[in-house]
């Protein structure tokens, strides 16, 4: 499927270009499981749809890259030790552990439309999706931590009214979304 944005080639049934991010079909994705709504933020019973407009941020690619050093440096030491013996266990987990992590990373994307924050979260088994209200927004946290400072990326926490917080992860600080969000949270 190509992207009417960019001239990138996307899976058929891919949600977003891979390349710029732009939403391919408004078909809706599957709701959240009710863990995910007590750890995230709150969730309608209908999707919202998402405009064209819509502010659409990845992660930073250290969501995955941060995760796939130690278990290279850990393949290359047991490579380097005895391969036929010790290597290969390593390389099955090595190849396990960085796959499902690109996969969670490529899958995931934070949108923001004029009312709502819709988390799309991906892990091995799918995409998970939920719906924050604006409305019910108290207040925005920006962490960039340690290594973010240097590496550009943040974790936003989102504190809704009723207690309860959406954590975004991995958010590229070059990224507009931080200021739309405040500019739509106080008009």
Same mark, same amino acid.
């Given at each position: 499927?190509?992207?009417?944005?960019?001239?990138?080639?996307?899976?058929?049934?891919?949600?977003?270009?891979?390349?710029? =991010?732009?939403?391919?079909?408004?078909? +809706?994705?599957?709701?959240?499981? +009710?863990?995910?709504?007590?750890?995230?933020?709150?969730?309608?019973?209908?999707?919202?749809?998402? +405009?064209?407009?819509?502010?659409?941020?990845?992660?930073?690619?250290?969501?995955?890259?941060?995760?796939?050093?130690?278990?290279?440096?850990?393949?290359?030491?047991?490579?380097?030790?005895?391969?036929?013996?010790?290597?290969?266990?390593?390389?099955?987990?090595?190849?396990?552990?960085?796959?499902?992590?690109? &996969?969670?990373?490529? /899958?995931?994307?934070?949108?923001?439309?004029?009312?709502?924050?819709?988390?799309?979260? =991906?892990? &091995?088994? =799918?995409?998970? /999706?939920?719906?924050?209200?604006?409305?019910?927004?108290?207040?925005?946290?920006?962490?960039?931590?340690?290594?973010?400072?240097?590496?550009?990326?943040?974790?936003?926490?989102?504190?809704?009214?009723? =207690?309860?917080?959406? &954590?975004?992860?991995?958010?590229?600080?070059?990224?507009?979304?931080?200021?739309?969000?405040?500019? /739509?949270?106080?008009?």
């Amino acid at each position: 499927m190509k992207c009417p944005q960019c001239p990138n080639d996307n899976p058929e049934n891919a949600q977003f270009c891979g390349g710029c =991010g732009a939403t391919l079909s408004a078909s +809706p994705v599957s709701g959240s499981t +009710p863990q995910e709504m007590d750890t995230g933020g709150q969730e309608d019973t209908s999707s919202v749809d998402i +405009p064209d407009d819509a502010v659409i941020v990845r992660q930073s690619n250290w969501a995955y890259m941060l995760h796939t050093v130690p278990w290279l440096v850990f393949f290359g030491a047991s490579f380097q030790i005895d391969f036929l013996t010790f290597g290969i266990l390593p390389a099955v987990f090595a190849t396990f552990f960085i796959g499902s992590r690109y &996969l969670s990373f490529r /899958r995931t994307a934070y949108i923001l439309t004029n009312r709502y924050v819709v988390i799309q979260q =991906g892990s &091995l088994r =799918g995409q998970s /999706r939920i719906d924050v209200s604006l409305a019910d927004l108290s207040d925005v946290l920006v962490q960039p931590g340690t290594l973010g400072r240097y590496l550009g990326y943040t974790r936003v926490s989102l504190q809704l009214k009723d =207690g309860q917080m959406a &954590l975004l992860h991995y958010v590229p600080l070059e990224s507009p979304f931080l200021e739309h969000l405040r500019e /739509r949270m106080n008009p």
